[in-house]
């Protein structure tokens, strides 16, 4: 079973920091494309960014500069690093999967989605 374990959400100030993490199970991380998707309230779920299996990664435009999608393949955990954090980033954020599982072959998976808020 592929299982997502979001952790590191919270509460922050404006101009703040938060790491949050993705622990990965199930699946065979050094084949997963790693996902960062955010949704505020009253909106759809919006993708924040991604890194490769080869470690590649890109960003959205309002991610690009302030955010850094990370992995790391010992403890098959992705990250995401938000630096210089807005109120308008206040959103449940969701860690995504895309990758081989043994015996299911290629699967998607959610986390649990973990609070960010941000005050002014």
């Known amino acids: 079973q592929v299982q997502l374990v979001e952790s590191g959400g919270g509460l922050v100030q404006a101009g703040g920091s938060l790491r949050l993490s993705c622990a990965a199970s199930?699946?065979?991380?050094?084949?997963?494309?790693m996902g960062w998707y955010r949704q505020a309230p009253g909106k759809q779920r919006d993708l924040v960014g991604s890194?490769?299996?080869?470690?590649?990664?890109n960003y959205t435009d309002s991610a690009k500069g302030r955010f850094t999608i990370s992995r790391d393949s010992a403890k098959n955990t992705a990250y995401l690093q938000m630096n210089s954090l807005k109120p308008e980033d206040t959103a449940v954020y969701y860690c995504?999967?895309?990758?081989?599982?043994?015996?299911?072959?290629?699967?998607?998976?959610w986390g649990q989605g973990t609070q960010v808020t941000v005050s002014s």
């Open positions: 995504n999967a895309r990758g081989l599982a043994a015996a299911r072959g290629w699967v998607e998976q």
């Open positions: 199930g699946i065979i991380f050094s084949s997963a494309t």
């Open positions: 890194i490769t299996s080869s470690g590649s990664t």
